[in-house]
């Protein structure tokens, strides 16, 4: 039912972290299959994705990518976002009863600094999930995967999601 993908360059550690949340997905049969679009890693990128059984794509058209997908439904993430407790649950419950785009809810406990929430943010800071229909009917030559998600209304998912930059920022103070 749902395709999980993202984008990555050099996200070896990101990538697991994101993965290792996806798993109670796929426990419930939910997820289908992940993707991940390789912008050139020389890190150990590909071997995670290939331990934990995603694609690993180093070209491809984005076009194709969507169409390939074996969910009806695609959940685009960063590296490093993890959808917290419930997530699965909050996924089924919006693509049962809804056909629109949805966002997961911000986490409460990793919230951006004043100064930073006024500066720009990734589209898929709290992830996006979109059918594959409404995905493929958007696709341009040359859109990158946030370009999906950009200009389109969405509800907000029931289970929140810690964001990318909160991983990696928790990584950088832990090395230090």
Not at 59 to 73: F, H
Not at 99 to 124: D, E
Request: include cysteine; charge should be neutral.
């Amino acid at each position: 039912m749902l395709t999980i993908i993202m984008e990555c360059h050099n996200d070896e550690a990101e990538l697991a972290q994101t993965l290792s949340a996806l798993v109670a997905g796929a426990v419930e049969g939910v997820v289908r299959d992940v993707i991940v679009l390789d912008h050139g890693s020389t890190d150990g990128s590909a071997r995670v994705a290939d331990a934990a059984g995603c694609r690993f794509l180093t070209d491809w058209d984005l076009k194709d990518v969507v169409q390939s997908a074996r969910g009806d439904w695609l959940l685009l993430l960063e590296p490093g976002a993890r959808p917290l407790a419930g997530w699965v649950d909050a996924v089924t419950d919006h693509v049962a009863i809804d056909l629109k785009p949805a966002r997961f809810a911000a986490s409460r406990n990793h919230r951006r600094g004043f100064l930073q929430r006024l500066g720009r943010r990734s589209l898929l800071e709290q992830g996006y999930l979109v059918s594959k229909r409404t995905a493929a009917a958007g696709l341009r030559p040359g859109m990158a995967l946030a370009d999906i998600a950009n200009g389109r209304a969405v509800r907000e998912l029931l289970a929140e999601i810690v964001p990318a930059w909160a991983v990696k920022a928790m990584r950088i103070k832990t090395q230090n």
